[in-house]
């Protein structure tokens, strides 16, 4: 924790870009994870998942840190609640992942054979979004020495556009994902069927909530 407190010490926006970092190395976990799902390598599985947990923790508490010693006395142009929101938003992304990774464990949740590469674009376009939306962290601090103008807003505003489109990107090809699994429904265990149908459920807010850390830094050019 003492490496939380030396960011603290420069910055207000470097613990939250810090978060940010940490939550997107949980969610590109998930990549690893759904690979060694698809190999039926449980033993690989389980491994991925216990590291997806523990950049969960790591998240919340960063999270936790960054509220209740974030000082009152700096100045910025950006007030205690909008920085608290944000990190929550930030953290909700962490904590998507884990919940992913639970309802796969639970049941050695398989990906049937005939959606998988949809499955595959699904998840690759969420990982994308939890990507764009860190790059879009990382310019915070640009953003506050430009006084919140000029070319650094236009930039992020294109960075933001980009996420939108990798967005509704993910809630088209879920779309196709829903289509494909429900002309399976009949030939596949029930509970298996409901299991499936809330990981594409948890993927699809993930790509949502990554999302909407995008649009709330983009609103703090507006405030």
Known sequence: ?????????SS???PLQHHMTIVNTCVQALKPFFKAVLDHDWETVKHYRKTISDYEHEADAIKMHFRTHLPRTWLLPISRFELFDLVARQDEI???SKDITGLVIGRKTEIPTTVIDTFREYLSTALAAANQATLISQELDNLLESGFRGR???YIDNLVTQLRELETRNDDVQVTLRGQLFELESSLPPVDVIFFYSIIDKIGELADCAQRVGSRIMMLTAN
Do not use: K, Q, R
């Not at 924790?1 to 010490?9: R, V, Y």
């Open 94 to 96: 962490a904590n998507l």
């Open 152 to 154: 650094e807003v236009d």
């Open 1 to 9: 924790m003492s490496s939380i407190l030396n960011i603290f010490a």
């Open 12 to 14: 207000p926006i470097a």
